[in-house]
């Protein structure tokens, strides 16, 4: 076997370990989750948030936008207002905030902040 192909079966067989470990992309760095400064419980447990918590928020933007419903139980609002940081303010102003630090870990791209505000005094969500 060549040097070169070594290297690739080593390279292949270290992601294979670390596939299966699940710490491949992250390299074992678990994202900050700083706990909801309001409220006593979330509008679900956490796996399902971690879970659902797309299809809830798009399911209230529809009620938002074609019904005019506002200040239902899955609100973005509601979520800022809970999960901002208090620090920043914000639940996507820092590496470290809330929905910043997930969907960096999850590598997705987060585009709510684009249109909505990231704090509690732009969104006027209660602090704590």
Do not use: N
Not at 17 to 35: F, M, W
Request: glycine share 10%; net charge positive; charged share 15%.
């Amino acid at each position: 076997m060549r040097r070169g192909q070594a290297i690739a079966l080593a390279t292949l067989l270290a992601c294979g370990v670390a596939y299966a470990a699940g710490t491949l992309g992250t390299l074992g760095v678990q994202p900050v989750i700083e706990r909801a400064t309001q409220g006593r419980q979330c509008v679900a447990d956490p796996a399902t948030m971690r879970r659902e918590h797309m299809r809830m928020l798009s399911h209230q933007r529809d009620a938002t936008v074609h019904g005019g419903i506002r200040g239902a139980q899955h609100s973005l609002r509601g979520c800022i207002g809970c999960h901002a940081s208090a620090a920043t303010q914000s639940v996507a102003g820092a590496p470290t905030d809330f929905c910043v630090s997930c969907h960096q870990y999850a590598a997705v791209r987060i585009d709510c902040f684009e249109c909505h505000a990231a704090t509690r005094a732009a969104t006027g969500a209660a602090k704590p």
